[in-house]
T-cell receptor, first 111, second 111 residues
Framework: KAGVTQTPRYLIKTRGQQVTLSCSPISGHRSVSWYQQTPGQGLQFLFEYFSETQRNKGNFPGRFSGRQFSNSRSEMNVSTLELGDSALYLC??????????FGEGSRLTVL | EDQVTQSPEALRLQEGESSSLNCSYTVSGLRGLFWYRQDPGKGPEFLFTLYSAGEEKEKERLKATLTKKESFLHITAPKPEDSATYLCAVQTTGGSYIPTFGRGTSLIVHP
């Protein structure tokens, strides 16, 4: 059974640009969550999608957005990048029992 | 507000030196407590779920236990390959299914 796949694994952007990250969940999992991980803040919840609908949202500005497609694949977008957006962005699909299965992450560096 | 605190922040052990990591939590009602292992530059990997006080789960050299206020991850005779950051997360009853993560314990096992 394939795990959670995230692309790209690494990317470098400059301030003011935008970025789109992609996530394919485990087959059969309909819930996809996105997290931001930094050394200073740890794992911070961004949002969760279920059956193409945003079900929960964390405390991030509107520059952070996402969507989910009918095949459960999800994308997140960050517009007008800031230096502080440099982080590891993790996608996770969730089982009905609550366990999260994470991808390897997308490492974003903003210069 | 739900809170999850992990201690110590960092732990160095010699190979074979057993120890325990702590995760204390303050929540309105516990649905489940999860332990994850995270290797550098990778996404967290699910280890255990605990649901009620007194419950224990084991996997190789790891054993997780749960009380009404905290969970312990006991590491017996660790090996260098056990070096990683161990994350604890709690999921509460009522409201969303979004777990709250602790900041993690960074474990280094020296040969």
């Amino acid at each position: 059974k394939a795990g959670v796949t995230q692309t790209p694994r690494y990317l470098i952007k400059t301030r003011g640009q935008q970025v789109t990250l992609s996530c394919s969940p485990i087959s059969g999992h309909r819930s996809v969550s996105w997290y931001q991980q930094t050394p200073g803040q740890g794992l911070q919840f961004l949002f969760e999608y279920f059956s193409e609908t945003q079900r929960n949202k964390g405390n991030f500005p509107g520059r952070f957005s996402g969507r989910q497609f009918s095949n459960s694949r999800s994308e997140m977008n960050v517009s007008t990048l800031e230096l502080g957006d440099s982080a590891l962005y993790l996608c996770a699909s969730r089982q009905n029992t609550g366990e999260l299965f994470f991808g390897e992450g997308s490492r974003l560096t903003v210069l | 507000e739900d809170q999850v605190t992990q201690s110590p922040e960092a732990l160095r052990l010699q190979e074979g030196e057993s120890s325990s990591l702590n995760c204390s939590y303050t929540v309105s009602g516990l649905r489940g407590l999860f332990w994850y292992r995270q290797d550098p530059g990778k996404g967290p990997e699910f280890l255990f779920t605990l649901y009620s006080a007194g419950e224990e789960k084991e996997k190789e050299r790891l054993k997780a236990t749960l009380t009404k206020k905290e969970s312990f991850l006991h590491i017996t005779a660790p090996k260098p390959e056990d070096s990683a950051t161990y994350l604890c997360a709690v999921q509460t009853t009522g409201g969303s299914y979004i777990p709250t993560f602790g900041r993690g314990t960074s474990l280094i096992v020296h040969p």
